[in-house]
């Protein structure tokens, strides 16, 4: 079955910025997709088309982005009569209409909203469930695995207004035994450190961020870590329920150094510190704190002090704006040892075809990898669907509140029901850990 129309629209984010929507029609039926956006991001992402006039939606417009899928590739699919079921053929024949490198003349946005459209469509023409059609095209086998996630829920860098500078501090309840459980635990002990919070730092702490995270006034890492601690704790999940942090370092990199004071337009010059310093830094709070987990610990392009602290961490250090979802970054990573985790996001490469290869060369190496939202989200939940196909036993989609965040938990939990007796719950089975590959992986 081929795609008979398709047409997209500018819709809105979680952050009420716009946004590129897709709908594919095939005689089946009409298949809708929705394109993230993230705030921090990698100089090395594929391109989202911006319309660039300040009069009009403060520059952020994406009305080029949503010509060129009514003007340009759809009219082009539907003469092509490719088939919905050829995710890669239609991914491959999306990428040579483009033409660039990064996807720069469509547009990485336009590309993905019509990717992801014909990968629903593809599923329904099987009449399988999204997760199943994508685990087909991965070649994954069943038994399922339901991943870990990874609860966004304290916010510093770029998504904050306080001083913190690293971005994300997330909860992992590892210790589950099911993704219901996991969710039970991840929430509970959100709720508690709102508690913990508000005592400490008064009601207006506990605003949420754009992920659903808290950002308290804290000084530092060490006080955000000690507030994830004593909320576990108060939980009653001491133990089940580990640490991950997004550093996002690359917004702190000036000049060869990193400014752990870059929100203070006065920061001091004689104080910003080393690759070698914030190695240092990471060893000790590893050592202080159950932390499994730290994404981008430094600049995207500091490829010395990467490989010197993986070397050297014995815990999953995952390539976020290092990697950017790409092949070729993520070969180099591999030869220069970089890494042994890579953040899988979608609209940092633009097709579906291009992330399950991704993923798959990462895992190729030993590496764990997690599926990930961006800061600004849709309703949209086939990372959902993408990260039960993989297998990869790890995803990370923010805090458990904000309706955007919730959804993808919500058809993670319908996933489990679907695939009872035929699936696993991830654990700590989906994280690498030094030179020791995820335990999924060596099934």
């Given at each position: 079955m081929s795609v008979s129309k398709v047409h997209a629209r500018q819709i809105f984010d979680s952050r009420g910025n716009p946004t590129v929507e897709v709908e594919v029609y095939t005689t089946k039926g009409r298949y809708r997709a929705a394109v993230p956006s993230g705030a921090s991001t990698g100089i090395h992402e594929a391109v989202e088309l911006r319309d660039g006039d300040k009069s009009n939606y403060l520059g952020k417009g994406v009305s080029k982005a949503v010509a060129n899928v009514n003007n340009v590739i759809g009219p082009e699919l539907i003469k092509s009569g490719l088939k919905v079921t050829s995710q890669k053929d239609i991914d491959d024949f999306l990428l040579k209409l483009d033409g660039t490198a990064n996807k720069g003349k469509l547009g990485a946005n336009a590309i993905l909203g019509v990717s992801i459209a014909v990968a629903e469509a593809g599923a329904a023409e099987k009449g399988v469930p999204l997760y199943q059609h994508l685990a087909d095209l991965a070649g994954v086998k069943p038994p399922f695995v339901l991943p870990t996630p990874a609860f966004n829920v304290i916010n510093g860098g770029s998504h904050a207004g306080n001083k913190l500078a690293f971005q994300e501090f997330?909860?992992?309840?590892?210790?589950?035994?099911?993704?219901?459980?996991?969710m039970k635990m991840g929430t509970e002990t959100y709720h508690t450190l709102k508690k913990v919070i508000n005592a400490k730092y008064g009601i207006d702490a506990t605003n949420v961020g754009d992920e659903g995270g808290f950002a308290p006034n804290v000084s530092g890492a060490e006080e955000s870590l000690e507030l994830l601690i004593e909320a576990i704790a108060k939980a009653g999940y001491e133990g089940k329920i580990k640490i991950a942090l997004d550093v996002a370092s690359s917004e702190f990199y000036k000049e060869g150094k990193y400014d752990l004071d870059f929100k203070n337009p006065n920061s001091d010059p004689s104080k910003w510190i080393s690759g070698q310093e914030l190695a240092d830094i990471y060893l000790g709070l590893i050592k202080k704190y159950p932390i499994v987990s730290i994404e981008d610990p430094f600049d995207q392009d500091d490829?010395?002090?990467?490989?010197?602290?993986?070397?050297n961490s014995g815990i999953q250090i995952v390539g976020d704006d290092l990697t950017v979802t790409n092949p070729i970054r993520i070969k180099t990573a591999i030869e220069k040892k970089a890494c042994n985790g890579l953040l899988l996001k979608v609209n940092q490469i633009g097709t579906i075809s291009e992330s399950i290869q991704a993923a798959q060369l990462s895992q190729s190496d030993g590496w764990g990898v997690m599926i990930s939202h961006r800061s600004g989200e849709t309703e949209n939940t086939i990372i959902a669907d993408l990260v039960v196909a993989l297998g990869t036993g790890q995803i990370k989609t923010g805090a458990p509140a904000r309706s955007e965040r919730v959804a993808k938990y919500n058809a993670l939990l319908r996933i489990e029901e679907e695939v009872e007796g035929k699936s696993?719950?991830?654990?700590?089975k989906g994280l690498s850990a030094g030179t020791t590959a995820p335990a999924l992986h060596r099934r």
């Open positions: 997330m909860l992992l309840p590892t210790g589950a035994t099911s993704f219901t459980e996991a490829w010395e002090a990467w490989s010197h602290f993986t070397k696993s719950y991830a654990g700590d």
